[in-house]
């Protein structure tokens, strides 16, 4: 199954050192790594600095826990609070000892640094990251600019902008306090996630595998506050692996990502999306210097600010990452060919992105489209069509916007109700019925959309021609709608649409009964096609010299199959005259299969001696054999010379049978045809 993709997924690859996800460090409490009972001093720095820096809650609801206080809305915080490892923690005491004068005046300085200089160093370079990623997306079509060497020089003066804040002296003198080692994993995955955005994979892992080592060193209640961090590193170090084509490899960082997000969310379910606090709000101190009115419309009114050191949980992040790492999984299963799992993780990506209206409408109506070709691909009728009609419900009212799209829809919908017509016929030729349990198994829905599912009595068996004629009306309906936009500019598409109609005719005078609108329906196939290579000449396009040989080919066997049958009609309807046949009616005999036989033999042509088109070889053959024998002629020589023609093919095909280039079970039939032949031309011979 295919999947659209719309992220850095589709960059493209880079080489270098991976990481092995052992080297991840594991986030849930089954999966802890011990950490060390932090010393009193940074227990009461870390205490004293959230009272002060965080006002705006009450000292009743306030939890601290060890070194790391939840606020009062996190939904974590209220479940940890029944869990008995994270209990168990934040009942370890320690005795404070007494602080010196001068460490106490460091921690200080330590502190007014990580909210003031620290904070605004990493919102300025934010803010550089945006614009620099902004540019990239739409550059400017110049040779004056060389993009390498641009990204290359922002990039350096980015990275001196974070080893200045690593080289800090605050940040070097104060090594051991837990509370640095954030701050050096905060600053590394700033580093990482810039690589990532510039495609530099190997920087990408270095510096998240730097961020990883000073997150290592802090406690696991610390860790809590930085989930969307960790959440977004997984997700990226998940998508670089699958990039270098090691999908195995991506599964277990994708695989972190959702444990994290099902971590926070398992017992969250009744609390509101915009109970979240932030440290995504990267303007923050540039709104308070250039305004309070530019900083409300920069800071939403459902979110609370925190700072980078106080870290946080963001919900909407934490949804958005989470989708990201469902989107990415689908394009992983997509690549290692396990389509089940694809489709399943693509359903729940697009469900999400239309719940929270996260979407590209080319992106996700395309993603309907291959959706709906894997389940009516599998007999999953009515899970396909759901599929199509929701790709169109997003598509705008406007018809003269999105037009490709709503040509791809209804050529994808004209398709699934030709699947429909085939599978009716066949089971109504076969006196077989289709299983309910399969043909309408629902597998997804978009509650947002409102559409009804498809019911049995709008997916069912065939009866008889008329229900025939109301999926032949609908397909039909729709190839003209897709044909208005794939004209032949499209070469491949329209030559493809006009075909699919053809077989739309072709299935169903499998249904009639009637002789002279069976004969209808296949000359309306005759007329269609050779329309199709009326125009296809008088617009210069020969498929032949542009490539499109294979396309050629099929348009020449399917028209002499189309007019052998015409023939054959014709021979069958004279052959049971009661009456002399009339030389206008013998003239037409001929002239079906004249044109029969020109396009099987520029068929042959095509193919000449290449072996996999002697299966196709052997039906030309056995159709030129039959024309050619049934062709009327008074001229003696003129028979003769159609006889011995025939004849001709048959041998061949002999030979091919009995060589083994081809399969052909009624051998016998063959022999049975030549032979005849032979007293026929002997006896022509003889007159």
């Known amino acids: 199954m295919k999947y659209q993709q719309t992220s850095p997924s589709s960059r493209k690859d880079w ?70 490892y994270w209990r168990e923690q934040s009942q370890i005491e320690v005795q404070n000892p007494i602080l010196s004068k001068e460490l106490a005046l460091k921690l200080i300085e330590l502190d007014l640094w990580l909210h003031t200089e620290f904070q605004a160093t990493l919102e300025d370079a934010s803010k550089m990251i945006n614009e620099l990623l902004q540019f990239f997306q739409n550059p400017p079509n110049t040779e004056e600019i060389n993009l390498d060497e641009m990204k290359e020089l922002k990039k350096e003066e980015l990275f001196n902008i974070f080893m200045g804040l690593l080289q800090s002296p605050y940040l070097s003198e104060l090594s051991d306090l837990e509370v640095v080692n954030v701050a050096k994993g905060l600053i590394y995955y700033k580093m990482g996630a810039l690589c990532f955005d510039l495609d530099l994979q190997s920087e990408t892992e270095v510096h998240f595998k730097h961020c990883m080592e000073a997150f290592n060193k802090v406690s696991n209640q610390t860790k809590i ?173 406007d018809l003269s916007k999105k037009k490709k799209l709503r040509s791809m ?57 008329e229900q025939g004629k109301i999926l032949f009306r609908l397909a039909n309906t729709q190839y003209r709608k897709a044909l208005d936009y794939y004209t032949l500019e499209f070469l491949e598409e329209h030559i493809s649409l006009k075909q699919e109609v053809s077989k739309l005719y072709r299935f169903l005078a499998m249904l009639e009964t009637d002789k002279l609108k069976i004969f209808a329906m296949q000359d309306r196939r005759r007329e269609l096609l050779e329309g199709l290579l009326t125009d296809l000449g008088q617009s210069g396009n020969d498929l032949q010299s542009l490539g499109h040989e294979g396309r050629l080919l099929e348009l020449m066997v399917e028209l002499a199959e189309i007019i052998g049958q015409l023939f054959d009609y014709k021979y069958e309807e004279l052959k049971h005259l009661a009456r002399m046949p009339k030389q206008q009616e013998i003239e037409l005999l001929n002239n079906l299969g004249l044109r029969s036989i020109t396009y099987a033999q520029k068929a042959q042509q095509i193919i000449g001696e290449r072996e996999e088109f002697a299966q196709t070889s052997l039906s030309l053959g056995l159709g030129l054999g039959k024309v050619y024998s049934r062709l009327y002629q008074k001229e003696q020589s003129t028979q003769l010379l159609y006889l011995e023609c025939a004849l001709s093919e048959y041998l061949k095909i002999q030979s091919m049978i009995q060589s083994g280039r081809v399969e052909y079970e009624n051998k016998a039939d063959i022999e049975g045809e030549i032979l005849q032949l032979k007293a026929k031309i002997a006896k022509l011979s003889k007159r």
């Open 15 to 84: 080489r270098g050192t991976s990481l092995s996800p052992e080297e991840i460090t594991s986030l849930s409490p089954q999966n802890r790594i011990q950490t060390p009972i932090e010393d009193s001093l940074q227990n009461q720095f870390s205490l004293k600095k959230r009272d002060r820096l965080m006002p705006s809650e009450s000292t009743e609801t306030k939890r601290v826990v060890k070194n790391f206080e939840l606020p009062s809305e996190s939904v974590v915080g209220r479940r940890l609070e029944h869990d008995t």
């Open 409 to 465: 829809l209804q050529t994808q919908l004209a398709r699934y109700y030709l699947e429909r017509l085939i599978f009716g016929v066949n089971n109504f030729i076969s006196n077989q019925e289709m299983i309910p349990e399969v043909v309408l198994k629902q597998f997804i829905e978009f509650p947002e959309l409102e559409l009804k599912f498809p019911t049995e009595h709008q997916i069912c068996d065939l009866s008889d021609i």
């Open 225 to 397: 506050a930085f989930f969307n961090t960790f959440q977004d590193l997984y997700n990226s170090l998940g998508i670089i692996q699958c990039q270098r084509g090691n999908n195995e490899n991506s599964i277990p960082y994708l695989f972190k990502a959702e444990q994290i997000y099902k971590l926070v969310t398992s017992e969250s379910k009744a609390c509101s999306h915009n109970t979240s606090l932030t440290n995504d709000i990267d303007h923050y101190l540039l709104g308070q210097i250039e305004g309070h009115s530019q900083r409300k419309a920069i800071l939403p009114s459902t979110q609370d600010f925190s700072f980078y050191i106080n870290g946080g949980l963001d919900k909407v992040k934490l949804e958005r990452n989470y989708t990201l790492t469902l989107f990415y999984l689908a394009q992983v299963y997509t690549k290692m060919g396990m389509n089940e799992k694809a489709v399943q993780f693509c359903a729940e990506t697009m469900k999400r992105q239309l719940a929270f209206k996260e979407f590209e409408v080319k992106d996700w109506g395309v993603n309907c489209i291959n959706l709906a070709e894997y389940f009516i691909k599998n007999g999953y009728f009515a899970q396909g069509e759901y599929c199509l009609f929701a790709g169109i419900a997003i598509l705008p009212h």
